[in-house]
């Protein structure tokens, strides 16, 4: 076990984290082993992915990787059949793979749109719908949805990645309410970063990524828009994931973490 899962908050707790390759996904899944949970990592990305596992074991913790694309029915139902067989039970889902695709609404492909739907909210759902179940099997559950500021209030052009992240914040009000009325014992509720330092920021705009003008100052862009100026860390979000998935946040369901340093306020 982690040095601190003596004592930790998810101590024999089974955890799912999508995207965790990097950025929130990679602290997510590294705090929560340090609080005792075993860890089921997923992402696309499998080097960078098999690496965020060996991170948690070589602290003591105990975590496996899985090759996911989350847009995929069969692979969401391997994913659980394989952390069910390993790991002997499903309790946290941390919904975190995204992208961000922006640009002018006018000008955006079908395809970018469907690309960024798909990862985004169809990505969320699949979990959603396969997880719940291991959930109740395994006697309670917390799904933790990743949302964003931008699911709170629009942003020009970024309309489309606005319309998943908006999507991901009702829907989680959704089926926490069906989780509530049928008895289930599932928590769901969405996380809201503001203006973190994570890789998302070099790929907003793929359309210019030829002459690296589709990278975006995240440090400069939180000077002047969060009251502070201090851009966030993963490791920000991933405490708050935390403090979702632990029985610490058992009266909660169906709301918002919003983490932004006040940039919504």
């Not at 982690?2 to 899944?29: D, F, L, N, Y």
């Not at 955006?108 to 969320?124: C, K, P």
């Not at 309670?140 to 908006?166: D, E, W």
Request: glycine share 12%; net charge negative; proline share 3%.
């Amino acid at each position: 076990m982690a040095t601190e899962s003596a004592s930790g908050r998810v101590v024999g707790k089974v955890a799912i984290v999508t995207g965790g390759a990097s950025g929130i996904g990679r602290s997510c899944a590294i705090r929560l082993a340090d609080q005792g949970a075993t860890v089921m990592v997923t992402d696309i990305q499998d080097e960078a992915g098999k690496a965020t596992a060996a991170a948690i074991r070589d602290k003591g913790g105990h975590a496996q990787f899985m090759h996911h694309d989350v847009t995929s029915e069969p692979e969401w139902e391997q994913v659980v059949a394989a952390t069910l067989a390993a790991m002997g039970g499903v309790h946290i889902l941390v919904n975190n793979a995204g992208i961000g695709i922006g640009g002018s609404i006018v000008t955006m492909a079908l395809t970018d749109w469907q690309r960024q739907q798909a990862i985004n909210l169809d990505g969320v759902f699949l979990g959603v719908k396969h997880c719940i179940p291991a959930m109740i099997e395994s006697g309670s559950g917390s799904i933790i949805n990743m949302s964003s500021v931008a699911g709170l209030k629009g942003a020009a052009s970024l309309a489309a990645y606005n319309a998943t992240k908006g999507g991901v914040r009702l829907f989680t009000k959704g089926v926490a309410l069906e989780c509530a009325q049928k008895r289930w014992p599932v928590r769901v509720n969405s996380v809201h970063p503001g203006i973190i330092d994570t890789p998302i920021w070099t790929k907003i705009n793929p359309a210019l990524q030829l002459d690296d003008s589709h990278i975006i100052d995240a440090q400069g862009l939180a000077q002047t828009a969060v009251p502070s100026g201090v851009l966030g860390s993963p490791e920000d979000i991933a405490n708050g994931v935390l403090f979702l998935a632990s029985d610490d946040s058992s009266y909660m369901t169906g709301t918002e973490l919003v983490i932004d340093g006040g940039l919504s306020a």
